[in-house]
């Protein structure tokens, strides 16, 4: 069964300090594909990447960067010199692929909830 | 590109009454999800569509919620008779079958919120 685990259920930071939040997933699948969502006090789910299993490069959009290892079926978030507007719930999600290359459903983590204070 | 256009925003009711979301998808994609939030369980998919057809509503709760899509423009999420334990945020999200080099993601409506007193 597909899961996803984020294990960091809050964290508060000062401006400018980097942090990372934790994704760990879980599944059977050799096809499948992994997503980040910040989800700010306004409420809406904002897509921020996504990444499927045969891409284990890592990324780095600005201050986002990604780390992707199937190894250890991590998919980790940091956002270096973080600011108050950082401020959100940021959820790690997984797809699996389904009918030879069509979508399947999204499975969400519970979310990390991320404090930058100024 | 508007995005997906979810009605109403807030959405508060008396137990019983019969509550109707409404999503607009992006033209042009066919896959339509149907979530629900809460604080106790997260988010958690109900139903979704592909091409207008119910593809998984393994996810809806009971016999009281009934979606439909009836074409590639409209879905509808209903709950009938409603109770107070339904209250949370209903998201709609829709997608594109990706390619490989594109980058697709799943995009979400702003939500409604419901309130079943």
Known sequence: ?118 | DAGVIQSPRHEVTEMGQEVTLRCKPISGHDYLFWYRQTMMRGLELLIYFNNNVPIDDSGMPEDRFSAKMPNASFSTLKIQPSEPRDSAVYFCASSLWWEEGKDYGYTFGSGTRLTVV
Not at chain 1, 5 to 25: F, M, R
Not at chain 1, 84 to 109: K, M, P, R, T, W
């Open chain 1, 1 to 118: 069964a597909q899961k996803v685990t984020q294990a960091q259920t809050e964290i508060s930071v000062v401006e400018k300090e980097d942090v990372t939040l934790d994704c760990v997933y879980e599944t059977r699948d050799t096809t499948y594909y992994l997503f980040w969502y910040k989800q700010p006090p306004s409420g809406e789910l904002v897509f921020l990447i996504r990444r499927n299993s045969f891409d284990e490069q890592n990324e780095i959009s600005g201050r986002y960067s990604w780390n992707f290892q199937k190894s250890t079926s991590s998919f980790n978030f940091t956002i270096t010199a973080s600011q108050v507007v950082d401020s959100a719930v940021y959820f790690c999600a997984l797809s699996e692929s389904h009918y030879g290359g069509s979508q399947g459903n999204l499975i969400f983590g519970k979310g990390t909830k991320l404090s930058v204070k100024p």
